[in-house]
T-cell receptor
Framework: DQQVKQNSPSLSVQEGRISILNCDYTNSMFDYFLWYKKYPAEGPTFLISISSIKDKNEDGRFTVFLNKSAKHLSLHIVPSQPGDSAVYFCAASIRSNYGQNFVFGPGTRLSVLP | DSGVTQTPKHLITATGQRVTLRCSPRSGDLSVYWYQQSLDQGLQFLIQ???????AKGNILERFSAQQFPDLHSELNLSSLELGDSALYFCASSIRQGPGELFFGEGSRLTVL
């Protein structure tokens, strides 16, 4: 049973336009969410995070939106650049000061076309 | 460069064998996490250590074990290997045992023939 879902395996966007990557989760106990980007032959790289007390977090071209009632979050990239072409993973966790188990989605492959 | 070092980068072995994957966390990071990524799958959490102690456990098989040593490096031991164990194994580290971003290594690609 997938607790974190990314229903679009791939997405193509024109350079300069907005990329919107979606993520849905089933466990209402999740209260901390992260997005990672992964290039081939490299490990995932942290992009941006959001905790459940917020509904939006922004960092440069990257904005994450959280809709707790819908158990949905999205990553917006504006403007999209060819270097953004990568696989994007959404991850969710239950905050604990003891340990944490991040559950990752299957990823969405973003292609930004020049 | 995330600062997390994993060795070996590639490993080819036969079914039934045992391998050890090694991870050195970023300087100052006390938490180490292990993840498995099979072909076209997401990252599956295996286990977390903080300062030498196990803190969280995911879907780690009984044939797999891990430990974190006093110098904070960690090893993931995979035994009685099966074809389905072929995957990318990622190590990640963070400074805390609780919430915070993870810094990933480049992964160790294991191929079981």
């Amino acid at each position: 049973d997938q607790q974190v879902k990314q229903n679009s395996p791939s997405l193509s966007v024109q350079e300069g336009r907005i990329s919107i990557l979606n993520c849905d989760y089933t466990n209402s106990m999740f209260d901390y969410f992260l997005w990672y980007k992964k290039y081939p032959a490299e490990g995932p790289t942290f992009l941006i995070s959001i905790s459940s007390i917020k509904d939006k977090n922004e960092d440069g071209r990257f904005t994450v939106f959280l809709n707790k009632s819908a158990k949905h979050l999205s990553l917006h990239i504006v403007p999209s650049q060819p270097g953004d072409s990568a696989v994007y993973f959404c991850a969710a966790s239950i905050r604990s000061n003891y340990g944490q188990n991040f559950v990752f989605g299957p990823g969405t492959r973003l292609s930004v076309l020049p | 460069d995330s600062g997390v070092t994993q060795t070996p980068k590639h490993l080819i072995t036969a079914t039934g064998q045992r391998v050890t994957l090694r991870c050195s966390p970023r300087s100052g990071d006390l938490s180490v996490y292990w993840y498995q990524q099979s072909l076209d799958q997401g990252l599956q959490f295996l286990i977390q250590y903080y300062n030498g102690e196990e803190r969280a456990k995911g879907n780690i098989l009984e044939r797999f074990s891990a430990q974190q040593f006093p110098d904070l490096h960690s090893e993931l031991n995979l035994s009685s290997l099966e074809l389905g164990d072929s995957a990318l194994y990622f190590c990640a580290s963070s400074i805390r045992q609780g919430p915070g971003e993870l810094f990933f290594g480049e992964g160790s690609r294991l191929t079981v023939l």
